[in-house]
């Protein structure tokens, strides 16, 4: 029916009563009529149609009204965001209730405005169900003031149900209802700690993502039941033939200085026919997660393990990621091997996907890696497998030259590490090292990839892909001006765009002295890089068929890939039931790791961001020098060396009168023609910081001087 009312109004185009859809509907009976309101119903809720002030209703699409999700300003105005790229600003007078995150109908009511104006007339879903905040009394009355700046209403709690509570707790609350005062009421569902107890500033960013550092009970039950060890008994029972024994090879791990949840392992020989072989060895989480168990619920729900400042929170317990499925050093360990042939071109001639147990010889560090690749000095424990290095590096540079010819882009973009002291305080920023031996993991992990998601798309199995469209043309359009406004024309072919167009374009501006801050807007021109079961291929890494595969102590999608091995390539009598009831799954599953990686790379951006702040706190008044990155209306940002980034507001700017100019990306002043633009220079002084906003705020170096001469 609800098709029907659709099919209908999408041929009258207008406002049609009840009684006249019903007639069109040639409805006559008293229940036709009561499943036609209900039909209705269902099509305004789900904002398909839109019923008018008079009772008559339209197609959503033909009225004056619009819906999408409210971001809220610091200030209080809104903006109500559409799926299209289209906004419409709503001034705090015409919100009615609504916060930031909700989804709401909002009416136009100026067209001519730029954004057009409106007021939301209703809220579809409240886009917030819990926040994150810090208590304080006032009259007697328990109140949580929300850590989101964008959410302008505090929390009411009921005081006879926490009587232990004092100012600066943090807490966790579930929102119900708004008073009417427009404040919200809230239960609290857990307290983290006191604002001022070491650890909680991390702690209260986990919990506005959701993202949980404990494990229940349920989950240490079924953990307390594996094994803390490989036994003789279970490899006899695994190890059908021989070449799955594979103890005696000699096959290590490469990871950072502090790594303890170590998923991959490598392996490489060179053939008498010139060929090298390749073997990735993968832990193998599947035998010890068992599918549907607690534990792998828990698994799925996390989807992924959150990396942040001082702290790692596990997607599975550390008696599994640091434990029994970790590829330590010395011990006997269960994996799936994927063993490539590779030819002098970088080509996968061909390949063996294979459950297996290793021994890992050595746990090496990207440090002394590089100490052997970079500088030829052997650290002490390496001297047995320089050669082994030596030839992984010969093909890791074979395999990033093939990479390079497909158009894979390298954005080379910086990224920050936080060094914090015992109490969990930021006392450095520093830019994390991405030498020889990251860049050879890479590309092995790579190839590793591709080849396990080529055989599975080939052979038609159900698997859980990393897919990355290609990006829009309005975008690309946005960034070829922005290149264009700085004065540098691009000679790249950009009526089709390809990876390969990409990298020419990257390629072109390698010289230039705004390149990184370039590199990192192209990359943001670019779709995010998600999980779906059906293949799109992957544009930044200009391949045609990619999945995770490696990483599956610290990633559902790759365990989910080990599960696609497990029952359609190692099973000698596949079950197309068993397969069809997982390819039913998967989807879900795609679904729910992208979110949850959405939201860890939130979370982790967001820790670094008050971290820094945090950082920047101990170093006010002081000066560095750094990039203009991006020019808005109220200001520009401008990056340090280490990767932190301030605002100067425009206000601040003492010298001369800016305004901005949209179409050059600048402030220009009234006798300071030229202004401030994107990747000028410039030596600045910290003004402010706040750990709790997490900015920071910075002044010139020439403002600072006249600010000192004043007060001299």
């Known amino acids: 029916m609800e098709e029907k009312i659709l099919e209908i109004l999408n041929r009258e185009r207008r406002a049609l009563g009840v009684h006249e859809i019903e007639t069109l509907m040639k409805l006559g009976t008293a229940e036709d009529l009561k499943e036609l309101l209900k039909a209705l119903n269902t099509l305004e809720q789900d904002t398909k149609i839109y019923r008018t002030k008079k009772g008559s209703y339209m197609l959503f699409e033909d ?4 819906v999408g999700i409210l971001s809220v300003t610091s200030k209080g105005t809104g903006y109500v965001m559409m799926d299209n790229g289209e906004e419409i600003k709503v001034y705090e007078e015409h919100l009615n209730g609504a916060v930031h995150k909700d989804k709401v109908i909002v009416n136009i009511i100026d067209k001519n405005s730029e ?8 809220i579809v879903e409240r886009g917030v169900k819990q926040i994150v905040g810090t208590v304080f009394y006032k009259h007697g ?9 964008k959410i302008q209403r505090s929390v009411r709690i009921d005081v006879n149900y926490h009587k232990n509570l004092v100012d600066g707790h943090k807490v966790v609350v579930k929102l119900l209802s708004p008073t009417k005062e427009l404040d919200y009421r809230g239960e609290i569902i857990k307290v983290i700690g006191h604002i001022n107890d070491p650890g909680v500033d991390i702690l209260s960013i986990m919990a506005k993502y959701g993202i949980n550092d404990v494990f229940s009970d349920e989950v240490m039950e079924e953990v307390s039941h594996l094994p803390d060890k490989v036994t003789e008994e279970e490899i006899q029972k695994r190890v059908k033939d021989p070449k799955q024994d594979l103890r005696d090879e000699v096959i290590f791990t490469i990871d950072g200085n502090d790594t303890k949840d170590i998923d991959d392992a490598i ?9 090298y072989l390749l073997g990735v060895h993968i832990a193998d989480v599947s035998y010890y997660v068992k599918e549907d168990g607690e534990l792998d619920k828990e698994a799925a729900s996390r989807g992924t393990s959150v990396y942040l400042a001082d702290r790692v929170t596990p997607m599975l317990p550390h008696e599994l990621s640091n434990g029994i499925c970790s590829l330590n050093p010395g011990v006997d360990r269960f994996a799936i091997s994927c063993f490539m042939e590779i030819d002098s071109t970088g080509n996968v001639v061909k390949y063996d996907i294979f459950d297996s147990v290793i021994r890992s010889r050595i746990q090496m560090t990207y440090d002394k890696v590089n100490q052997i690749l970079e500088k030829n000095e052997i650290p002490e424990g390496y001297e047995d497998y320089v050669s082994h290095l030596k030839m992984m590096q010969e093909l890791a540079t074979i395999l990033r030259k093939h990479k390079e010819e497909k158009g ?13 002291n015992e109490k969990g305080e930021a006392i450095d920023v520093q830019l994390r090292n991405r030498g020889v031996g990251e860049k050879l993991i890479e590309d092995f992990m790579i190839i590793a990839n591709e080849t396990v998601a080529s055989h599975f798309y080939y052979m038609d199995y159900p698997l859980i892909y990393r897919v990355h ?7 690309m359009t946005e960034f070829l001006h922005l290149v264009s406004v700085l004065g540098y024309q691009i000679h790249a072919n950009t009526k089709k765009i390809t990876p390969k167009v990409v990298q020419e374009i990257l390629n072109e501006l390698k010289d230039k002295k705004e390149y990184y801050i370039l590199s990192s807007q192209m990359l943001r021109s670019m779709q995010k890089a998600v999980y779906d079961t059906k293949n799109i291929g992957h544009f930044g890494l200009a391949s045609k068929i990619y999945c995770h595969f490696t990483s599956p102590i610290r990633r559902y999608p790759d365990l989910t890939v080990h599960r696609s091995i497990r029952k359609c390539l190692l099973n000698p009598d596949v079950d197309m039931s068993v397969i069809k009831s997982w390819e039913a799954k998967l989807p879900y599953y795609a679904e729910h790791s992208s979110e949850t990686e959405r939201a860890s790379v939130d979370c982790e951006r967001e820790v670094d961001d008050m971290k820094m702040a945090e950082y920047m706190l101990s170093h006010i008044g002081e000066e560095f020098h750094g990039i203009i990155t991006s020019v808005m209306s109220f200001g ?20 001369d009168y800016y305004t901005y100019d949209e179409s050059t990306f600048s402030l220009s002043g009234k006798k300071n023609k030229r202004g401030y633009r994107l990747g000028d220079e410039i030596d600045v002084v910290v003004k402010t910081a706040s750990k709790e906003a997490h900015t920071i705020d910075f002044i010139t170096k020439k403002d600072a001087i006249n600010e000192e001469k004043k007060t001299a």
């Open 63 to 66: 009225s004056n009204s619009r």
């Open 115 to 122: 954004p057009m104006e409106g007021e939301v007339v209703r």
């Open 141 to 149: 009355k328990i109140f949580v003031k929300p850590d989101d700046q």
């Open 267 to 275: 392996s490489i020989h060179k053939l008498e026919n010139g060929n």
């Open 408 to 420: 894979y882009i390298d954005f080379e973009i910086e990224e920050a590490k936080i060094i914090v």
């Open 469 to 475: 469209g290609e990006p829009s043309e309005e975008k």
């Open 636 to 655: 520009f940002f401008v990056q340090l060396p280490n990767m932190i980034e301030g605002l100067v507001r425009i206000e601040d700017l003492k010298d």
